[in-house]
């Protein structure tokens, strides 16, 4: 099993930055992908970023340009760099991990208010 653990989240005012961090702990033989969804209230999950375990990364087009996806495979730690703000960067941000190809584990998230 795989243990996720999100860090990071806060308040902002619009146009700020915040980092999150999420480490990956627990048995395993690998972990390929590890990546960053977030949800806002009354809506659904949706991508934000991704990461291979060769650092190969995707966004959701409304980040592009503001948000930068990293990871550290020998601490098996990915962080988000959110940088420019907006109000409707504003959800609960859950960090996840593609581990023994087949298996996924999800963190409990964390909020991310921006104030306009």
């Known amino acids: 099993q795989v243990h996720v653990v999100e860090s990071g989240g806060g308040l902002v005012q619009a146009g700020g930055s915040l980092r999150l961090s999420c480490a990956a702990s627990?048995?395993?033989?690998?972990?390929?992908?590890m990546g960053w969804y977030r949800q806002a209230p009354g809506k659904q999950r949706d991508l934000v970023a991704t990461?291979?375990?060769?650092?190969?990364?995707d966004y959701t087009g409304s980040v592009k340009g503001r948000f930068t996806i990293s990871r550290d495979n020998d601490k098996n730690t990915v962080y988000l760099q959110m940088n420019s703000l907006k109000s409707e960067d504003t959800a609960v941000y859950y960090c996840?991990?593609?581990?023994?190809?087949?298996?996924?584990?999800w963190g409990q998230g964390t909020q991310v208010t921006v104030s306009s």
């Open positions: 996840t991990a593609r581990w023994n190809v087949f298996y996924n584990s």
């Open positions: 627990g048995t395993f033989t690998s972990i390929e992908h």
């Open positions: 990461i291979t375990s060769g650092g190969i990364t």
